[in-house]
């Protein structure tokens, strides 16, 4: 049954009519035309689709619509400020932390999420954070110097 659910998106307030039981990413990419989510499983194992809502790193191939009604979401579209990229983002282009970059904006979020919480992570702490983040190309080790980089950063903006 479509209603209407609002959010802020980015930055900015949207209101989309839509069943509330679709699935985020689906919104993200087909209604929204924001295509850097990715959805590599479809079952929220892989992290590909990862979104912040409310801060907070989530799987949007299985976050329901109606799950962030009132709440604010940002994609990797919404990172950069002032057309310069987050420092997590530059962090990434300058370790390479990425192959065929599939899994990078999922990455990149919850990289996001784990600095805004805790803004220097030990190597450890990084490896759970995106324990649920997964990369078939094998750039891990790249990809644990960036948010090392971005930490020594401040790449929690």
């Known amino acids: 049954m479509a209603k209407t659910v609002s959010f802020n998106l980015n930055g900015r307030k949207v209101s989309i009519e839509a069943d509330g039981t679709r699935m985020l990413a689906y919104v993200l990419r087909g209604d929204l035309g924001l295509t850097g989510t990715k959805i590599g499983c479809g079952e929220g194992l892989c992290g590909a689709c990862t979104v912040l809502v409310d801060g907070e790193a989530v799987r949007s191939c299985s976050t329901p619509l109606s799950a962030v009604a009132g709440k604010a979401v940002t994609t990797i579209e919404g990172l950069e400020l002032d057309g310069a990229l987050h420092p997590v983002q530059e962090a990434f282009l300058s370790h ?3 192959q065929c970059g599939f899994c990078t904006p ?7 999420a784990l600095l805004q919480k805790t803004p220097k992570p030990d190597r450890q702490r990084v490896a759970e954070a995106l324990d649920g983040n997964l990369c078939r190309c094998g750039a891990h080790v790249r990809i644990l110097a960036a948010v090392e980089a971005a930490a020594g950063k401040g790449g929690a903006r």
């Open 106 to 112: 999922g990455m990149i979020l919850s990289t996001v």
């Open 96 to 98: 390479g932390a990425y």
